[in-house]
């Protein structure tokens, strides 16, 4: 038993430390060699690439340890067993569901929606409903882990004659020899499956991030051209709108205000709110709102969402009122009517008025922003370097530069991303090959005494590669699902805000990793079944 534990404990500390020790040098060549190459070859701005050697070996010593032991548990496992043991257990490969695995996952279930419905009342958006889902979504992955395996092995059991009789003998015989390997190929299909979450996951968070940008460029810019008034100068008008139209590339333009306070007078009490001034007349010109009937100087549009809030309607009046600071306390300042319900706020406000509007005199109503259509942009920015030379705090953008900006950022960030995930790419896929391709040598006794009964060289190849690929399609698919369910169940801290799910990343990876796969099993399968059957039986 000594002698065994010494053996298993030596094993394992050597291949910690080569991996501890490839780990750190692995690291400091990226940091130092290739991570500066990259940001010269993207033209990504400077970064630091120093390394403090004194903390990348407290990591490395910290790694080392916790693995160390992590794996004490096999060593003792390894030097109390008995060789018949040993030998019972290869026989006994097979996974059985046991009761105290039904309690397990019975319990982790109900803990699990506890806390996913504890988020829900605390409120997905605080950070104590972040915490929950986090650890609701993480037992929820742990169960469909635990139990997958079992489920896999079910419906390979009842899908055995449907493949014999569409796939033939071969696929059928490597299919029944799968069901026991499951439990002893496991960690090859976790590797796949951790690989597929980080994979899912990251990809879907960058597309997402990309949509969200540009999405609120679109918000950001309505027309083609935006003019921003940095300083909130009061002297620009929204008389310059008709200087502006004037030009022959202008098509068409219109002024947005900042978000004014208001006062609402609802029964008895005083209703804070902010408003927005917009030109209601143009609007319903380029049909951003529907036809509008009614006096504009004291007329107000509501959002559809915030009249049925305070139960208002078409023509109801509203006494309306500022603060004034020497009562402390809301005054009225006039009367609105509502002439319109609309469907979305504008300018992030649910109620909206004319420049018309006694408000905007009122309140000194500042002009934010200025949105100009036109066809061609860098044409109407030169028509409209006038407006610099008067007022010079203005701000002029396009839209198509700010999608452009916005793409190049993305494609900065998506390059890091992916040369990142080619490194976890190539060691996932060089430990997943190299353990199989030991698992399928290991095993040439029983194909020789396959191929002893009938199996033919070529059917022996098929064999070799459904096994193979049968292992690596159900990491692929499981680590998906639960990337996916992942992804999903983590976008609800977001007030469940839409994923965009990266399928092509995914995918394209699932190809190059089938496609390695398929390659050099298919060159071991040519191999092994073309070895003289004389010799391999010498060789058992």
């Not at 190539?426 to 190299?434: D, P, R, Y």
């Amino acid at each position: 038993m000594k002698q065994v534990r010494r053996i298993v404990k030596l094993q394992l500390s050597l291949i910690i430390s080569f991996g501890v020790l490839l780990g750190t040098t692995m690291s400091l060549l990226v940091i130092k060699i290739w991570l500066p190459q990259l940001i010269h070859v993207l033209h990504l701005p400077e970064a630091r690439t120093e390394l403090l050697i004194v903390f990348v070996l407290l990591i490395a010593i910290v790694s080392f340890f916790i693995l160390q032991i992590m794996t004490q548990w096999q060593v003792a496992k390894s030097s109390r067993l008995l060789p018949l043991q040993i030998a019972t257990d290869k026989e006994d490969l097979g996974l059985q569901w046991t009761k105290w695995k039904t309690i397990m996952v019975s319990v982790l279930a109900v803990i699990a929606s506890l806390l996913l419905l504890q988020a829900n009342l605390t409120g997905t958006g605080s950070n104590q409903g972040a915490l929950f889902i986090l650890m609701g979504t993480l037992l929820v992955c742990g169960i469909i882990l635990l139990v997958i395996p079992y489920l896999f092995t079910a419906v390979l059991q009842m899908a055995l004659k449907p493949i014999r009789k569409v796939l033939g003998k071969e696929a059928f015989l490597a299919c029944q020899q799968l069901m026991p390997q499951v439990r002893k190929n496991m960690p090859i299909v976790l590797s796949i499956i951790g690989l597929m979450v980080i994979l899912t996951f990251g990809s879907s968070l960058m597309k997402t991030l990309q949509h969200n940008d540009l999405a609120f460029t679109e918000t950001q810019y309505e027309t083609a051209v935006k003019i921003h008034n940095e300083l909130n100068d009061p002297s620009l008008t929204p008389a310059v709108i008709e200087e502006m139209e004037a030009l022959p590339s202008v098509q068409y333009a219109y002024a947005q205000s900042n978000n004014a306070y208001i006062a609402l007078k609802l029964g008895q009490e005083w209703l804070p709110e902010n408003y927005t001034t917009i030109d209601i007349k143009k609007y319903v010109q380029i049909e951003k709102l529907p036809k509008i009937e009614g006096n504009l100087q004291d007329g107000l549009l509501v959002t559809k969402s915030f009249a049925q809030r305070h139960k208002l309607m078409l023509g109801d009046h509203i006494t309306v009122g500022t603060y004034n600071f020497e009562a402390q306390q809301d005054m009225p300042t006039g009367e609105l009517q509502i002439i319109g319900i609309v469907d979305a706020p504008i300018h992030h406000a649910d109620l909206i008025v004319d420049w018309s509007s006694f408000l905007t005199s009122q309140d000194q109503t500042i002009i934010e922003d200025i949105m100009v259509e036109t066809a061609h942009p860098q044409q109407t920015i030169a028509d409209l370097a006038f407006l610099e030379e008067r007022w010079p705090a203005l701000k002029f953008t396009d839209k198509a530069t700010m999608i452009e900006q916005s793409n190049e950022m993305f494609m900065q960030r998506w390059s890091l991303f992916v040369g990142v995930f080619i490194i976890l790419i190539v060691a996932t896929c060089l430990g997943v090959i190299q353990t199989l391709l030991h698992t399928i040598y290991s095993k040439r006794g029983d194909y020789a005494i396959q191929r002893l009964i009938g199996l033919s060289p070529n059917g022996l190849m098929k064999l070799i590669l459904t096994q193979v690929l049968s292992f690596l399609l159900y990491g692929l698919t499981i680590g998906t699902f639960i990337g996916l369910i992942l992804t999903r169940m983590l976008a609800f801290i977001d007030d469940g805000s839409p994923m965009s799910y990266d399928l092509l990343t995914i995918g394209i990876t699932s190809i190059t990793l089938l496609s390695a796969t398929l390659i050099v099993f298919a060159l071991q399968g040519y191999w092994i079944s073309r070895q003289k059957l004389a010799n391999e039986i010498v060789d058992i």
